[in-house]
């Protein structure tokens, strides 16, 4: 069973890089039907897509969030990575990992417990 | 942009009752691209329905999800006290490639 963990710090100030990272455990990254995503969720509101890389390292980025957001793979270490850069209050969230299933159905299968982001001074 | 529209925002019930959530997208999406999800509260979302119609692995059958047209609906045909949480639709397909309904939040009468 493919289980994610989230990781990172959970304070950044305005203006820095937030940088988290998601370990898969239980199957690998490298698996041909799945894409990696990032989701988040400010408090009390509903869920943003954030973008998604494939095992090919190719990527997808939200449009809103596309000029800030870096997604990178480590097939060695079985992670994948976000980098939000330039942030400000509006990006405090609960940001979640998820494996996405994408072949004729298209969805977020697993989900990490997430993991909450401040940005604050 | 295709937008996800949910209704009603909230729906009160008690546990037995039967509950109609609604999802409509404002254009056609394939019913491949269509799932629903369930949050409780300080989780992460679970999948319940992809495909708009196809379970997923260990969700109850009592849930159940249709559609017709640019309309799915979830529906829960006898409420558990553990099925009072937020429902997501979710969508693929144009920009942003995925996408989420703002939710609507089942909650016990």
């Known amino acids: 069973q493919v289980q994610l963990q989230e990781s990172g710090p959970g304070l950044v100030k305005p203006s820095e890089t937030l940088s988290l990272t998601c370990t898969v455990s239980?199957?690998?990254?490298?698996?041909?039907?799945?894409?990696w995503s990032w989701i988040r969720q400010p408090a009390g509101k509903g869920l943003e897509w954030i973008g998604r890389?494939?095992?090919?390292?190719?990527?997808n980025y939200n449009p809103s969030l596309k000029s800030r957001v870096t997604i990178s793979l480590d097939t060695s270490k079985n992670q994948f990575s976000l980098k939000l850069s330039s942030v400000t209050a509006a990006d405090t969230a609960v940001y979640y990992c998820?494996?996405?299933?994408?072949?004729?159905?298209?969805?977020?299968?697993?989900w990490g417990k997430g993991t909450t982001v401040t940005v604050s001074s | 942009d295709i937008v996800l529209t949910q209704s009603p925002g909230t729906l009160s019930l008690s546990p037995g009752d039967r509950a109609t959530l609604s999802c409509r997208a404002s254009?056609?999406?394939?019913?491949?691209?269509l799932a629903w999800y369930q949050q409780k509260p300080g989780q992460a979302p679970r999948l319940l329905i992809y495909?708009?119609?196809s379970r997923a692995t260990g969700i109850p059958d009592r849930f159940s999800g249709s559609a017709s047209g640019t309309d799915f609906t979830l529906t829960i045909s006898r409420l558990e006290p553990e099925d009072f949480a937020v429902y997501y639709c979710?969508?693929?397909?144009?920009?942003?490639?995925?996408?989420f309904g703002q939710g609507t939040k089942l909650e016990i009468k």
């Open positions: 998820a494996n996405v299933y994408s072949n004729f159905y298209y969805y977020m299968d697993v």
């Open positions: 239980g199957g690998s990254i490298s698996s041909g039907s799945y894409y």
């Open positions: 890389i494939y095992t090919s390292g190719s990527t």
């Open positions: 254009q056609t999406i394939s019913y491949n691209y």
């Open positions: 495909g708009a119609s």
């Open positions: 979710q969508q693929y397909g144009s920009s942003p490639m995925y996408s």
